[in-house]
């Protein structure tokens, strides 16, 4: 069990393990180094920090972990496949194939070092026999994707192209079906708000499929829900984008972070490109209207947010943002005409109802804007926006109700 509350090995542990899930590999190892501090003949440590420094690239130091691991136990079978990895990586594949048979000596049936045998073997010119190894893994398991690939590599080099291409496209298709299978549990968990965990899902499941566009996509968001930088987050936002120059979702999420820190140029164009190749897009639209409000061109602003309305009257959030447009311009009296819609649609809108607060604030309706806002705390009673304005609000009355006394008074 990691204990959460006392900072022992196993507290530094955990939170390099989080650190490696959100791509902060340096972090990572900083933190199992104090774990291990802590607790040096922790081989658990040793063996994420050695498969840490593998996915950084940094094999020697790799294998210095995996070596501490096996001084300790000899017969760990992570230890000993990810040594063999890490030595594959070096071109050392003579000793990288010694571990993956002191591994498949504990367990026959380690298909993971099977394939990768077979691959230094074909690195090695020993083609036939690297195809043996990998069929005899996929005569097990005809759906293990890197034996696939693997096959198709082997295939290729042994100029057998039409079988190569054949292999490599059921191992695209594999690691496709993996990844999705992944990014569904990350979506699942996202949607509960376990968003920790959900990235967990999507981290394994761009480690199959880099190309997996929802899962960048997925990623990047999350990362931007943990506090990351505009730039760890664009990473994923952009491979996405690479991938396919009409992703919607990468445009649209890199243009609202970019509006929401102050680069609403930067943030137009992001919607621009959308409106480009999908010239209705709504959401788009009054995006584009509420960063056009920033850079204070008004007319254009609500232009984008009235075409947005136009095309789907009932979409709430198009009505919202004229609503946040108007209110921006001082326009008190017909953002409230706009906020009505969108809660005539959607009565249960916590940003409708809280608006609503926010407008009867500015009218000076303080009793009203109350009542709004205790409509909202009911539904959301964390909206911390809600209970700010409240507070004002009620300051204002109780004010507004001195002065007049003293008025009364004064007329005494």
Known sequence: MILKNSKNAWYYLNQGLTSVYYNDFKKAVSKFNKASSLEPENIVIQLHKGTTLHKMEKYKMAIDCFDQVLSVDPKNLDALYNKGLALQKIGDHEDAISFFKKSLEIDSNYLDSLTSMGLCLSNLDRNKEAL???????????KHSSALYNKSLILGRLGQNSEAISFLKKAIEEDSRKSNILYEKGQKLTKQKKHEKAIKFYTKALEIDKKNIRALVAKGWTLDFAGFGN???FVFYDKAIEID????????????????????????????????YDPKNIRAMYSKGVSLSSLKKFGEARFYCEC???LDPKNVFALCSMVWFLE???????????CEKALKIDPRYVYAISYK???LLS??????????Y????????????AIYHKNRAESELEKMKKESLLKKLSKL
Do not use: M
């Not at 009218?363 to 709004?372: G, N, V």
């Open 132 to 142: 043996k190894i990998t069929d005899s893994v996929l005569l097990k398991n005809p």
């Open 231 to 233: 730039k760890d987050i």
């Open 245 to 276: 120059p009409h992703c919607t979702d990468a445009f649209l999420n890199k243009g609202l972070v970019l509006d929401r820190t102050g680069l609403y140029k930067k943030a137009i164009e992001c919607f621009d490109k959308i409106l480009e």
């Open 308 to 310: 947005a309305i136009e």
């Open 328 to 338: 921006h311009s001082k326009k008190y009296d017909e953002a409230l005409i706009y």
């Open 357 to 359: 607060g926010k407008l």
């Open 363 to 372: 009218l000076k309706k303080y009793e009203e804007s109350i009542k709004w």
């Open 374 to 385: 205790d409509k909202a705390l009911k539904l959301d009673p964390e909206n911390q926006t």
